[in-house]
């Protein structure tokens, strides 16, 4: 009798300290282990007497598991626990238990049968020696992870997956047991299928949630127009060269009377105009680099290959008119810092490039000559 009230204490040991490392507690250690050892004492008084009246104790079928369920109430007011949240630790702790449990049962039927219960006793104790290191790690990784972190809509489905596996493997393990009862192979297999397709429909939720994040992270870090990179995309490179002492040189770019080109030809031209300059800059640049769109027709350039005068020289010969058009392309202006040599910080190497830039556009000789690019003159 001894045995056979261990293996139960054994996986309800087991379980409490899932739940203990998965929730907050309300109270100190000592009121709460306490609680739960006079909880645990009463229940398993009452299940040794009411499995013993009615279907004796040790038969290998598992349903004292379900007096477990009494202790909900006494471990929900004793940690920081939503029902839902509670219901799904506890079936997950209750998943790997009672596999252990199912484990040692058939196990033990492939032995000599003069002590079934010592047997399933030592075979589940040995079975926790080897793997409750290696789920407790998992559950302190992965599992309490997203028990904390799972969103409010999902969280019922968590629950009903684990409610589903835990059923799955009660009925299986007592389908093998009483293996003429067609009714429980039944019962056993559409348990398994019910937990199969909630397993896929919670991975279908999670990958259209994953889409939508790349959904946003695009709208994010990636200019809509140009596909280059975005202004917040530029700050976070600029701080990671700096931070690693990589030497680069920043060029700051900017389209000379770009203003004109919306004015005479609209806004959809002045996009496609936009667009070439991105595409053409970057397929230069190939890998040497990034390229980022900062305003309208400013871009940056984070250049770390050492021949920058070619690269320079290559933007300077862009096409004079877009491509299958009579657009003229009325030039680039740019500034050009270089770090560490110029500054060792991001405002001052955006500054210096900057100036520079302006410099360019805007010449002490009086600016830049007006073109008339109605004629395609360039």
């Known amino acids: 009798m001894l045995l056979q009230l261990l293996v139960p204490v054994e996986m309800l040991i ?64 004793l940690y920081d626990l939503t029902p839902q949240k509670l219901v799904s630790i506890g ?10 449990f199912s484990l040692s049962v058939h196990i033990s039927r492939l032995l000599p049968r003069e002590d079934t219960a010592r047997n399933v006793f030592l075979i589940q104790t040995l079975l926790y020696l080897l793997t409750y290191a290696p789920f407790y790690r998992f559950v302190k990784r992965t599992f309490l992870l997203i028990v904390k972190n799972i969103p ?75 596909q280059l990179r975005s202004r917040g995309v530029l700050t976070s490179d600029l701080n990671s060269l700096v931070t690693r002492e990589i030497p680069f040189h920043l060029i700051y770019f900017d389209l000379n009377r770009f203003k004109t080109i919306n004015d005479t030809y609209g806004h959809a031209v002045g996009d496609n105009y936009l667009y070439f300059f991105a595409q053409e800059v970057k397929k230069m640049l190939g890998e040497k680099g990034g390229f980022y769109r900062v305003g309208g027709d400013e871009f940056v350039c984070l250049f770390t290959d050492p021949n920058l005068e070619a690269f320079l020289k290559n933007v300077s010969s862009l096409p004079s008119r877009l491509p299958d058009s009579q657009v003229p ?50």
Not at 91 to 100: K, N
């Open 91 to 100: 079936c997950s702790a209750w998943v790997y238990t009672f596999l252990m």
């Open 329 to 378: 392309f009325l030039g680039v202006s740019y500034g050009v810092s270089h770090f560490p040599g110029d500054a060792r910080d991001v405002d001052g190497l955006m500054d210096i490039a900057d100036k520079q830039m302006y410099a360019m556009k805007h010449p002490k000789t009086g600016g830049a000559p007006d073109i008339d690019i109605s004629s395609g003159e360039h």
């Open 152 to 226: 409010p809509k999902h969280g019922a489905s968590l629950m009903w997956i684990s409610m589903c596996w835990f059923a799955a493997i009660f009925a299986l393990n007592n389908a093998m047991l009483y293996g003429d009862f067609i009714a429980i192979r039944v019962v056993a297999l559409l348990l398994l299928a019910v937990a199969i397709f909630l397993n896929y429909e919670n991975i279908h939720q999670i990958v259209v949630s994953a889409a939508q994040i790349r959904s946003l992270e695009t709208l994010v870090y990636y200019d809509g127009l140009t």
């Open 14 to 77: 087991a379980n409490l300290l899932i739940i203990d490392r998965c929730s907050t507690r309300r109270h100190g250690k000592a009121v709460t282990y306490v609680v739960l050892a006079c909880s645990t004492i009463i229940l398993f008084a009452g299940a040794v007497w009411l499995l013993g009246l009615l279907i004796g104790i040790g038969q290998g079928n598992g349903l004292f598991i379900f007096f477990g369920c009494l202790l909900f109430y006494p471990v929900l007011k």
